[in-house]
């Protein structure tokens, strides 16, 4: 009975604080602190279930205990060596403040309270941290074991107010679909494991996770977050592992998603107009057809090694999905039979060395195989023929290793230290590739009198090889101090990380270049800013086709390494207000391939972190909070291989009067030169010219004010407004013409011009090149002179939130946000055109890509409302819900520039015009509402002790299909509509069934 009574604590305790906002993220402890009487010899005495102990003195009636490990604590006032007042079941949450006062005094007689009479109910614990400043949600492994969530880090961060699924359909290189944060890119977030920074330090997609099952608490930061942590200025996902402890545990489960019970995907049509030589009329890509299913294993086991002292905890996970994927009438691989292999594994172990001093070993893997066969398929019969070829192997994900030593060096003062490192690989083993053979793009723009109305293709399926050592390394040291001086609490640390991008890039395949097929009006030029002319005054070139010879190739291995320091001082100016003031500074340094630094960022950044917190009661019933700060955020290594790296990307425009059985064209007339779109030639530019003069790193201002109320015991609801401001970015600029015509006129002879420089868009940037004698020169270009506006992102929101913690039976949460993101640029993506070239997408390329911008932000939903929670219907039986009812994003129609269809940048048709009309982003409307409704029941029959579990759930319970990104494009060449304007790209997953057994013990 003690015990079910315990467990019932623990549940509520965790859901009661799981919602509510904490102290820091990144963190891997909370902390417990309080009020007490002032009894004689007075202390506190905190112990875990992992042999961790702490002896407080209560000094002015107050106590406080930082950095404790996440867990189960029991909390004990003694006065002369007695027990005055017990508290057991205190959970302890990553990054929480849980506030644990005692009101009682010393019994009469001196005899100790007893265990029964001191347990900790859940309504005994505060509701809200009146002890934190910022924005976050907690969610605790007993909460992941009711919801009905897809089994990844995003979408437990998708129950967040504020966090919605990126709008490009863009993936980690483990598969997990990437999400947005308060209006930011995609790739503006932080995934940290056990307090190490996993995040993919190539584009900042994504980052290393661990196996579900291993996870014991994940907390979602939203916003506000102090100084000890930064880059980072969209959201963080923080994940802390299981443990072992003095009781042993083991448990396993195994998961089951079948095909039959798998809705489909809605076919894709050609939307706009037909190709010249379509393959099936007009369809395009029929996903109806693909197939998948999946099963999962996963085991687990901890305990001690030695009691009090040493324990260990380790998991497995093991998932396979097989199935059918369709690709598109132009795709290379047509039918592909696939498998996927994705081995997780996680293992920590935890050494009390003694009272003060405590050393945690984190381990952890996540890797992802795939491999299959391609078939040719016949897109009109709908069914497939004969092998072709194996599929290519691909292998990605990696290891991590973290060490972390805590110490506890007086009541007051605590140090700790981490450092770990992190290796993941990108391979690819192409197969079926023979280099004899050339790959041959875009068949379906083949002209139709050449290739009687049939596209001709040949066997090559691949296009690019990569080097086989392929991948990124990442290490991370710090070193926290805090020290307990009256009402203040004093923070200072240092954050230092390594990262190295190792042989990235590509090659083409074959003979070292594709052919591209393309249509065109043939009175019109093909590129006006390559300077590619009209077809039509060359031999077979009077129908408008043509064909490119297009050679890409970029390998590198760059390396960057980002410092920080930070103070913080928690001030509890009196018992119902604190205060949190920091400053941090942080400094970035990105290197080239030959291991020359491009960027030096080592100048003072100082990011200020204000925030308050008061406690209008006095008793945790109802806070009033605020924060505001500036976020600094790294260059990733991805603009070391564009930017500053040694990339060929030219191309070469023929007219042709045949096509050979290979599909390769003949009768070739040239139409053009060797041009380059960014002027990538392959040679290395001079690091000092890299980049404007002193260019500023990314930042954000944020601005966040709130407040969270206790009502009726029952309920907690909240109010927060939030206002982020982009105050500066890095992309790159690629009008080198302005450039050099700007140094003309201040009298300069230059040498030579990059292909692209890095700048602070809507900026004054100076230029450094180099004059025919050798020497360095600075050409500055205004704003005004780019001619474009100042940049601009701005992202206000408005959170309503009612939470009913965990009581009679049932947990439950609703959230709705109001909100609005506009400006002139997404960030460091670009959402709707697919680009994931982090810090160089097209954006600021020219000034006119940028005219008509100003707009809805591709990641912008007006209106986000969200629903979870589950309901004990029996000591057996639970079912759960998550409901998710999000607007659409903006629409987008790109076409070519201005009324008379030109490409001045050379770029083809990505200008914000639309029939030859300005069209802004979301002029066009928006796409529709994103509605998901997802339901779960698990029975836990009582002769098994409430230890075996059967699951059902359901996902997408009403099979919603909406469309979540589509094809941009309006016109393939000026004149002429592109036929897979308005495609969907991206839409919801269908409906599917999970089926699953978990015993733990």
Known sequence: MRTAAIRAAVLAASILAAMSSTVSAQSTTGSIFGQAPKVDQGTVVIESQTGLRRELPVAGGRYQSPQLPVGVYKVTLISDGKTVEQKDAVTVLVGSNIEVSFAGANNANGAITSLDSVQVLASAIPPIDVSSVDSRTVIT??????????????????????????????????????????????????????????????KGLGGLTMPYGAIEQQETYTGGYSAQYGRSDGGVINAIGRRGSNEWQFGGHMIWEPASLRESRDDVRYENALPQSPVAGDMYWPKSRDTRWSSTASAYAGGPVLKDKLFFFAGVEY??????TV????????????????????????????????????????????QGDVYDYDFNALSRLGFVSGADTTEDGGDLYVAKYTSYLTENLTVSALYGEMKTRAYASPAGYDPDLVYVDGIS?????????????????????????????????????????????????????????????????????????????????????????????????????????????????????????????????????????GLRNDQFTNYNSDGDAYIRQTKPQWAPRLGFSWNVNGDSTFKVYGNMGRYYLGLPLNPSINSAGAVIQTRQYFTYGGIDANGVPTDLTPISGVVAPNNYFGQLPDPKTVTARDLKAEYQDEFIVGFTREFRNDWVYGVKLTNRILRNAIDDFCDIEQVADKAASLGYDIESTNSCYLINPGRTNVFVLRDTSGNYVDVPLTHEEFGWERLKRKYYGAEF?????????WYGMVSYVFSKNYGNTEGQLRSDIGQTFTSTTQDWDYAEIMENTNGLLNNDHKHQFKVFGYYQLAPEWTVSGNLRLIS???????????????????????????????????????????RQFDLGASYRPAFADGKLAF???????????????????????????????????????????????????
């Open 141 to 202: 492994r007993e909460q992941l074991a009711r919801l009905p969530l897809g089994r990844d880090s995003e979408s437990i961060a998708l129950l967040s107010p504020g966090v919605v699924d990126n709008s490009g359909g863009f993936r980690s290189a483990t598969g997990q679909s990437l999400v947005s944060f308060g209006g930011s890119s995609a790739s503006e977030n932080a995934y940290y494991i056990n307090g190490f920074n996993t995040t993919d330090p190539l």
């Open 951 to 1001: 699951s059902v759930n359901v996902f997408n319970v009403f099979n919603a299909k909406a469309e979540t990104n589509i094809y941009v494009r309006s016109e393939s060449a000026p004149n002429v509509p592109h036929p897979r304007y308005g495609q969907a790209l991206s839409t919801q997953e269908p409906r599917y069934v999970r089926f699953s057994v978990s015993y733990d013990y």
């Open 888 to 930: 659409g994003a903006p629409k987008v129609c790109l076409s070519y520039y201005g009324e008379n269809h030109t490409d001045p940048a050379a770029y083809g048709g990505i200008y914000h015009f639309c029939n030859g009309q300005p069209s802004s982003p979301g002029s066009e409307g928006r796409l529709p509402w994103i």
């Open 327 to 370: 690709g598109n009438v132009t795709s290379a691989y047509p039918y592909l039979d696939y498998q996927h292999r994705k081995p997780r594994w996680y293992a920590k172990i935890d050494w009390n060395i003694n009272d003060n001093n405590f050393l945690e070993l984190t381990g952890a893997s996540s890797k992802v195989k795939t």
């Open 445 to 581: 723009d083949q002209n139709p009198a050449l290739n009687g109305g049939t596209p001709i293709g040949n066997a090559q399926i691949v296009s690019s090889i990569t080097d086989p050592r392929r991948g990124n390394k990442t290490s991370n040291f710090r070193f926290d101090l805090s020290y307990v001086l009256g009402d203040h609490t004093i923070s200072v640390g240092i954050d230092n990380q390594k990262a190295q991008a190792v042989a990235q890039g590509s090659i083409p395949t074959g003979p070292g270049y594709i052919w591209r097929y393309g249509e065109s009006d043939p009175n019109v030029p093909i590129s006006t800013g390559l300077g590619v002319p009209a077809t039509g005054g060359f031999p077979n070139g009077e129908d408008g086709y043509y064909v490119v010879k297009a050679i890409d190739n970029s390998l590198a291995t760059i390396h960057s390494t980002q410092r920080a320091q930070y103070i913080e001082d928690r001030w509890q100016v009196t018992d119902n207000l604190l205060l949190s003031l």
């Open 319 to 324: 998932e396979r999905a097989e199935g059918d």
């Open 801 to 809: 939130m009612l939470e009913h913690p965990f009581k009679d039976d």
